[in-house]
């Protein structure tokens, strides 16, 4: 599985390498035949300014807990490891073909480690197929962020969300396994007097070792394996009436089987899981509403004996109040929770049947933060906030190794200094 995954990213990739060169050599053809003799420099400058765009974020943060670590060493103490930096570039190569890529460096804690990761974070072909005046029909291709929800497209970049860090539902642990997919994508847009209707149709692998969960299963930072994807598919429908009134309903299927070079106790394991998204925002001139509710089915079977099989009805959900005192401070109020299973919302059952291989405030949580966001100007931000938290669901065992010592109610504060171009 993992060379046919390899294979199938080589080729795509050689694949968006040719017609990047066959776009090119047509351009560069286009501005000699105008004169054989001479370049005209002036129109290939204008194409460089005008239809090709760069732009890019840095974020950091800092933290201050107490119970657990989050991001790095925070316990009692400080920690700065959580960097964001990301570089995109967009090409409009005719109106109805264009490009864009973007590479990303991410610095999350242990997880990561102390270099951080650097990625392609989405490298994509986007061609309009059909469009009038009120309908546009197109088709994208390569490695594609997933629409889920509001945030998750553009969840590495602080500038979209009025707070550091996203709900429960946009679980952290599974953040790779949601966040794109190399694969192809259908959407339509459709304008009317009425709003906006939107609709995309995602199909493909997600190529990340997913080390994260692979370790919340295991319940040991030092994982062995990856998890190998299958196909998977996502879709999403957004209703948008001049920004002011947002719905979407979004449904997700992934499916993993466990790989490992040397059989160990988890050979055989296959995790899947099911998610449905409804998400409503309502933006009025000095504030803001938003409220999400997630359900997921996730099951995990035919473990070969470290875990019995199990099956999960999660339930996730918020409510989040962001209300402008001035033109560029505002201030959010959020509660927010989630349960792993909601026949088992205490943790107990799966306590006891698996022995205490999964303590019981694993599986849940419940968070009240509070934040405040300042822009200083149009390419300056400053975030604060604290999060006061009931349950361990989304604590990191590669910031926290000693589980014994994961702590039931805990919380932490917050700073992110972010800045655009």
């Not at 890529?101 to 999350?108: C, I, K, M, S």
């Not at 949580?365 to 300042?374: C, H, K, T």
């Amino acid at each position: 599985m993992s060379q046919f995954i390899t294979l199938t990213w080589n080729k795509t990739f050689y694949y968006c390498i040719l017609i990047t060169l066959i776009a090119c050599s047509n351009l560069s053809f286009a501005i000699e035949s105008e004169d054989n003799s001479v370049l005209n420099w002036d129109k290939y400058q204008q194409i460089w300014t005008d239809d090709i765009h760069f732009h890019g974020f840095i974020s950091q943060a800092i933290f201050h807990s107490y119970g657990n670590n989050i991001w790095g060493q925070s316990k009692d103490s400080l920690s700065a490891d959580l960097t964001e930096m990301g570089l995109n570039v967009y090409y409009q190569y005719s109106r109805d073909l264009s490009f864009a890529a973007q590479g990303l460096y991410r610095r999350a804690g242990e997880l990561t480690g102390s270099e951080g990761e650097a990625s392609l974070d989405y490298a994509l072909v986007n061609y309009t197929v059909f469009r009038n005046t009120d309908t546009r029909i197109g088709i994208m291709a390569g490695k594609i962020k997933n629409p889920i929800g509001i945030y998750n497209q553009t969840r590495d970049v602080s500038f979209t969300h009025p707070m550091i860090f996203l709900p429960f539902a946009y679980f952290e642990k599974s953040r790779n396994i949601l966040l794109s997919m190399t694969g192809g994508q259908v959407y339509a847009e459709h304008n009317t007097a009425w709003g906006d209707l939107s609709f995309s149709l995602n199909y493909g692998l997600s190529l990340d070792k997913n080390l994260a969960l692979l370790a919340v299963i295991q319940r040991n930072p030092a994982t062995t394996g990856e998890f190998s994807p299958k196909y998977s598919f996502g879709t999403r429908f957004k209703y948008d009436f001049n920004k002011q009134y947002i719905f979407a309903l979004s449904y997700y299927e992934i499916d993993l089987d466990y790989e490992s070079e040397i059989d160990n106790p988890f050979t055989g394991l296959n995790f899947s899981i099911q998610e449905f998204w409804l998400s409503l925002q309502y933006n009025a001139e000095k504030y803001s509403l938003t409220a999400e509710y997630k359900l997921g089915w996730s099951q995990l079977l035919g473990a070969k004996s470290a875990i019995p099989d199990t099956k999960n009805f999660s339930e996730f959900w918020y409510v989040q109040a962001e209300y402008r005192l001035l033109d560029n401070l505002a201030a959010t109020l959020r509660y927010d929770q989630a349960v792993a299973d909601v026949y088992d919302r205490t943790g107990n059952k799966i306590q006891n049947a698996s022995g205490g291989f999964f303590p019981a405030h694993f599986m849940y949580n419940q968070d009240i933060s509070i934040g405040l966001r300042w822009d200083i100007n149009h390419d300056w931000m400053l975030k604060g906030e604290y999060h006061h938290l009931h349950g361990a669901s989304d604590v990191s065992v590669f910031d926290n190794p000693n589980l014994n010592e994961i702590a039931t109610d805990w919380g932490f504060y917050a700073m992110q200094i972010s800045f655009s171009f």
